[in-house]
Structure formats: C-alpha cells, structure tokens
C-alpha cells in the first residue's frame, strides 16, 4: 500500500485561499495565535556555484582588480549604473542587483560575506549534498537540515503542507521523518499515484480502499483541498502592492511561495533552487551571464518583498550556494570552483544595511590555498541564528549534530 508520506512527497498538491476549507486547513488557521503570523522560513539554492566577490563586490580591495582585469565591477560612481552600487563605503553590489540595494538601505536586506561550507570539496554534488544535509564532510546522514527542523520544533495543529518544495522532487534538504511535499506548479491539480503501485483510479482509489480509518480520513481532507483548486484558478492571482514578479521559472515559484503563505496552509519552510550559475567561460561583468542570473534574482526577491508587504515581519529569505568561485578569473573570462561565497538575508526581523563577517582579505598570502576567498563564517553559523530567532527553535543540536552552535557568537544579523 502506498503511504501517506508517498504521497505527499510523490505528489503535486497546491492550496489557494478559499472561503470554504477542508478541516485541516481551519485547524492550521486556528493554530495561528489572533495577532499573529505564522513565521515561516524561506530558503533558496543558487546551484551552480555563484560568484559572491562578483555579487557583493570588495571594492576597496585593490587586488580584486588585479586579480579580475576582464570581468571586475568597476567601483561606484556617482549616478553610474555601469559600476558596483555603493553598500557601506567597502562593499558593492552588483549594478544588476539595484532593487535589491534599496532592500539594504531599507535595512531590510543583510549580506552575510566570506561565508560557506568548511569542507574543502570542490564537487557540485558533494558540496551540495553537504550543504543541504547541514553535515559537512559526513556522507551518511540520511535526512536534511530544513527536515530536522521540522521534526525539532513544536507546532500545535500538524498541516501536511508544513514543508514545501518548488520543484519535481523533494530536495536532499527536506528528506526526512516530517511532513514535506514537492510540487512543480500550483496550477497542475492532478496527483498521479507511482507507477510500480499498479493502482488504477490514481491516489484516489488507493485511499478509498484502505481500511486505515485516520489514514482515509487524511485522504479525504487533501482530496478537498485539490478539489478547491480545480473549481480555482491560481493563474489569476493578482501580486499585491503593484509587486510584477520575473517571468522565469524562480520568479514564479517565488510568486507560488507567495500565495501559499497568504492562502494559511500551515506553511512554515519554502525551499526553491535556481541554475545555471556554474561559469567557467564567459561569466561577464557589468553584463553577461551572470549579470543575467542576478537580475532575474534581484528582480525576484525584490517581487516578493513588496507582494508580502506588512507580513514580511514574519519572513525570512536565505540564499545559499555550495561554494564560490576563484579570486582570479581564468583564461576564458570565467572562474572556477573556489571556496568562500556570501549569503543574503532578507526579511523584517532582519537587521539589515550591514555587510556580516569578518573579511579576510584578497592578498596572495589571505586566499585559501592561494586561490580562493577564505572562509571566515560557516554557514552553519547563519542558518542557526534565522533557525533559532526566526523560526524559534532552540534544538540547534538537532537541527545541526556535530555542529557546535554558540548563540553568543552569532553574528548579529538577525533581531532576537
């Protein structure tokens, strides 16, 4: 028989907000305290590797420019939008991420620099294997950060939707014993049992011929809840506040994140990726590839910002990718696998305006291994404090084992 948790993880299931809900849904809605949102924890995964120093530019490092004479972002000038956007007199963002610096003035945008995984791999796949499962260099932890944390924090009234992937399958950093769910698009409202089930009639039948009592009844509750949909139409949704998201797969799944958060689902965890951002030819500088990829992300991220409005006091967006890349550029106006990277955080209980972390420096003898930017904060680091004061989970032990988590030596970036 295939379980409730096959399904959930196998299917694509959306919710919309409606006047009318299946029970679960008013219980997740009566679990919200009156006055209060629901926080919840949004997190994105460049894959690919993206250029932290051709993001958050270090331009008072004069070696920066040495070190990248084709692709460096030129330092700011003054009503230029062909040079890095002034941050704090040090640091500079990218001229493609120009929303996302009024987020920073705003103080509702924190940049978290020379940040990322400790463990050396310069492997796509191990470093994001690492970097999802929260364990880096430990291949047989079986379950992902953002699970743990499910199964670690308290939550009165359970919703199958608590954890929520944008994607055809559930991403190593939701597998695990808690609820979790992968849908590729809100407006397919078909879920289709596996194939080596060899059920006729879809998931439908399977739940009508189970004599597990809870377990129909669990059925017949995300049965109405797809039912809702299909007499809906979620490609009507109108983003709040004038928000106009990109048109790009990431756009949206970000503007879907957007409107499962509004619908009361019991959301509490989103995870979205986006590609592409591994460059080892033609990355660009002020335009390109990668300027590119940071105009659909800047554009994004600034989207949902304003189509959230007033309830980004209980949000929080994390960026994270497995690793950055070299400090020089190589031959073919690209680089390559590096180390160290940046991180963003964004949302109300941010303290933003501030570039985090301790610069090491870009001098020969500051690079690691020579190479590449050294890594000063681990991004453990990062992802306890939102876990911890965002989300309100003191099991960081759990959350992240092996990991000797100190809340007196975070960073600050996030308000208590």
Request: charged share 20%; aromatic share 8%; with cysteine.
């Amino acid at each position: 028989m295939v379980t409730r948790r096959v399904f959930l993880k196998g299917g694509g299931v959306a919710m919309l907000g409606c006047s009318s809900l299946p029970l679960f849904l008013q219980r997740a809605v009566a679990a919200t305290p009156a006055g209060a949102g629901k926080k919840v924890l949004v997190v994105l995964f460049q894959r690919g590797a993206s250029d932290g120093l051709n993001t958050v530019i270090p331009y008072m490092e004069t070696n920066y420019y040495r070190l990248r004479p084709s692709i460096a972002i030129p330092r700011p000038k003054s009503g230029s939008k062909d040079a890095a956007l002034d941050l704090d007199g040090q640091f500079g963002l990218h001229p493609s991420l120009e929303p996302l610096a009024e987020l920073f003035q705003q103080k509702q945008l924190a940049i978290v620099h020379a940040t990322g995984s400790p463990d050396s791999t310069r492997s796509h796949f191990d470093a994001q294997d690492y970097m999802e499962a929260g364990t880096p260099g430990v291949k047989s932890t079986t379950d992902g950060w953002l699970n743990r944390h499910l199964q670690t924090a308290e939550v009165e009234q359970e919703s199958p939707f608590r954890g929520v992937a944008l994607g055809t399958n559930l991403p190593r950093i939701l597998h695990g014993t808690a609820s979790a769910v992968a849908m590729s698009d809100m407006r397919q409202f078909q879920v289709q049992a596996p194939a080596a089930s060899g059920a006729a009639g879809g998931f439908e039948a399977i739940y009508a011929q189970t004599v597990d009592k809870a377990l129909r009844g669990t059925g017949q509750e995300t049965f109405e809840a797809i039912d809702l949909l299909r007499k809906a139409n979620p490609g009507q949704y109108q983003a709040a506040n004038g928000a106009q998201y990109p048109r790009s797969r990431f756009g949206q799944s970000l503007m879907q994140i957007a409107q499962m958060i509004k619908a009361s689902i019991g959301l509490e965890v989103a995870f979205l990726d986006s590609g592409g951002w591994d460059h080892h030819t033609n990355e660009g500088g002020i335009q390109g590839q990668l300027a590119n990829l940071l105009r659909d992300l800047g554009q994004g991220l600034a989207a949902f910002h304003r189509d959230m409005g007033d309830r980004m006091a209980d949000i929080t967006v994390v960026t994270m990718s497995e690793f950055g890349r070299t400090a020089h550029e190589n031959g073919n106006r690209g680089t390559d696998h590096g180390h160290a990277n940046c991180m963003f955080v964004l949302g109300g209980g941010v303290a933003g305006g501030k570039v985090y972390g301790r610069w090491p420096g870009l001098e020969r003898e500051q690079l690691y291994e020579g190479r590449d930017l050294a890594l000063t904060t681990d991004f453990r680091t990062v992802l306890a404090e939102i876990v911890e004061r965002q989300m309100g989970n003191h099991d960081i032990h759990s959350v992240f084992p092996g990991f000797a988590s100190d809340p007196k030596k975070y960073l600050g970036f996030h308000k208590a």
